[in-house]
């Protein structure tokens, strides 16, 4: 059965000018200029502590970049473009009310339309940009979808968790490395200079962080924000982001300190009950 996410609320941003591609590339942790037309990626954008402004998605078009961010990242990521476009010969338009975007999941989603993750097609007039991001067969399509079943933001949820893809807001923000929080697709390790960039580097040549994000199978539910500890640490962790799945019960992710992390490690909630660490994404 095909399902619709309605993703108008996504904000919608374009970069257009000659240095466009060479602006973006030193904002972001992802390889922008080895991009062409057609093809996509993941990225982050970081303060100069290497710490989390925002994720976004690239879409490389023949004469423009669309960027693709989430809503309460609008203003935060078109103010941060804007206080760096000093001497670039380019220009940035918020196009997020002239656009429609949809989510559209499932099987049936566009047969015959195979994509790596964020590269899209014009269908009709439509970009179909391929997407990961629920753990399903998915597309982001900006314009008019096809007919479907909607798919509601609480079974959204559910679906995001058990794909283990960490939410800017509620999985990680100015207080996380993208490297923390599993973003490692959104993340080139042999690009050239970008803000923030010595901290990722100085962390990945040091061979490891000190948190990362997991997957906690629960014995019951719990609210995000809710401690985690263990007989060799009080301070193990804390949970992000829970979900009820109905193939796993109570699920939710977490970042777990690095002598705890592996699969199977049993933890301790405040009201007693167990977690144990499995691997993302989390195995149906």
């Given at each position: 059965?095909?399902?619709?996410?309605?993703?108008?609320?996504?904000?919608?941003?374009?970069?257009?000018?000659?240095?466009?591609?060479?602006?973006?590339?030193g904002m972001v942790t992802n390889d922008i200029q080895a991009l062409t037309p057609g093809q996509g990626c993941h990225a982050a954008m970081l303060t100069?502590?290497?710490?989390?402004?925002?994720?976004?998605?690239?879409?490389?078009?023949?004469?423009?970049?669309?960027?693709?961010?989430?809503?309460?990242?609008?203003?935060?990521?078109?103010?941060?473009?804007?206080?760096?476009?000093?001497?670039?010969?380019?220009?940035?338009?918020?196009?997020?009310d002239e656009?429609?975007?949809?989510?559209?999941?499932?099987d049936e989603a566009f047969p015959g339309i195979e994509l790596a993750p964020y590269h899209f097609v014009i269908v009709d007039?439509?970009?179909?940009?391929?997407?990961?991001?629920?753990?399903?067969?998915?597309?982001?399509?900006?314009?008019?979808?096809?007919?479907?079943e909607p798919l509601g933001e609480a079974e959204a949820e559910v679906l995001r968790i058990e794909a283990g893809r960490p939410l800017y807001g509620k999985d990680m923000g100015?207080?996380?490395?993208?490297?923390?929080?599993?973003?490692?697709?959104?993340?080139s390790f042999t690009k050239g200079c970008y803000l923030g960039?010595?901290?990722?580097?100085?962390?990945?040549?040091?061979?490891?962080?000190?948190?990362?994000?997991?997957?906690?199978?629960?014995e019951a539910p719990v609210d995000p924000g809710a401690k985690l500890s263990a007989p060799s640490r009080p301070e193990a962790?804390?949970?992000?982001?829970?979900?009820?799945?109905?193939?796993?019960?109570?699920?939710?992710?977490?970042?777990?300190?690095?002598?705890l992390w592996d699969e199977g490690t049993a933890l301790t909630l405040p009201d007693g009950k167990m977690a144990r660490v499995v691997s993302l994404p989390f195995k149906i």
């Open positions: 059965m095909l399902r619709l996410r309605d993703l108008r609320s996504n904000a919608r941003l374009i970069l257009s000018g000659p240095d466009r591609v060479r602006f973006l590339h100069t502590k290497g710490k989390m402004q925002a994720d976004l998605i690239v879409y490389c078009d023949a004469d423009r970049l669309l960027v693709e961010v989430g809503a309460p990242l609008r203003d935060k990521v078109k103010a941060a473009l804007n206080a760096h476009m000093v001497v670039d010969d380019l220009e940035l338009a918020d196009v997020t656009m429609e975007e949809w989510g559209v999941y499932g007039g439509v970009r179909v940009a391929r997407t990961p991001e629920l753990g399903v067969r998915g597309f982001h399509v900006f314009g008019a979808p096809p007919a479907g100015e207080d996380r490395l993208p490297i923390e929080a599993g973003l490692d697709d959104a993340v960039q010595e901290v990722i580097a100085r962390a990945t040549n040091l061979g490891h962080i000190n948190k990362k994000l997991v997957g906690l199978k629960l962790g804390v949970v992000t982001s829970t979900a009820i799945s109905p193939k796993l019960g109570p699920i939710a992710l977490a970042y777990v300190h690095r002598t």
